[in-house]
T-cell receptor, first 115, second 113 residues
Framework: KQEVTQIPAALSVPEGENLVLNCSFT??????LQWFRQDPGKGLTSLLL?????REQTSGRLNASLDKSSGRSTLYIAASQPGDSATYLC??????????????FGKGTHLIIQP | SQTIHQWPATLVQPVGSPLSLECTVE??????LYWYRQAAGRGLQLLFY??????ISSEVPQNLSASRPQDRQFILSSKKLLLSDSGFYLC????????????FGNGTRLTVT
């Protein structure tokens, strides 16, 4: 059974710093990996999706990398801002279109950017 | 563009009362639909999954049920709520073509008293 772990569980850094969030998964037979952002009391917003054949994806100040063979992904946030404060979750999918298993989620990293 | 609507946003219900949460998707056809529950400190738990009208897969045995009466409508129900049903319920959809991201609604905060 796939397990997804995110370290650290919580992180607090001053504004302007570059930071890295980590995600590891136990079964490397994945179709893709997604990073999400969740604000308090809200649903999840998809940030980046990396196909299993890709090494990284970038969107603005965000860069996600994937090392499928080692079961690891990182989300790099450049020049952090207070508005980046949220919980970040990663999830892996075994099949295209989600499939019966859906996505397996980590528990998230709660990020606070201090002004 | 595609959008997902989920309601109500918050709900307080007594133990033993019925439940109906609704989710609709616009701008796409034949999506895969999901109901997740998020409890504090426990992550996201997949409850139900649907690949088409009337096709429901249950991932967790419980007193909840789901139905898909129309292609883009997904309903989560219970005949009698338990205290343990309290949580944050999220509806999500995904296209079935290659490498489509999963999209979530804004969720329903359910408190069973």
């Amino acid at each position: 059974k796939q397990e997804v772990t995110q370290i650290p569980a919580a992180l607090s850094v001053p504004e302007g710093e570059n930071l890295v969030l980590n995600c590891s998964f136990t079964d490397s037979a994945i179709y893709n990996l997604q990073w999400f952002r969740q604000d308090p009391g809200k649903g999840l917003t998809s940030l980046l999706l990396i196909q299993s054949s890709q090494r990284e994806q970038t969107s603005g100040r965000l860069n996600a990398s994937l090392d499928k063979s080692s079961g690891r992904s990182t989300l790099y946030i450049a020049a952090s801002q207070p508005g980046d404060s949220a919980t970040y979750l990663c999830a892996v999918s075994r099949y295209s279109g989600g499939g019966a298993d859906g996505l397996t989620f980590g528990k998230g990293t709660h990020l606070i950017i201090q002004p | 563009s595609q959008t997902i609507h989920q309601w109500p946003a918050t709900l307080v219900q007594p133990v033993g009362s019925p439940l109906s949460l609704e989710c609709t998707v616009e701008g796409t056809s034949n999506p895969n639909l999901y109901w997740y529950r998020q409890a504090a400190g426990r992550g996201l738990q997949l409850l139900f999954y649907s690949v088409g009208i009337g096709q429901i897969s249950s991932e967790v045995p419980q007193n909840l049920s789901a139905s898909r009466p129309q292609d883009r409508q997904f309903i989560l129900s219970s005949k009698k709520l338990l205290l343990s049903d309290s949580g944050f319920y999220l509806c999500a959809w995904i296209r079935t073509d290659r490498n489509s991201p999963l999209h979530f609604g804004n969720g329903t905060r359910l408190t069973v008293t």
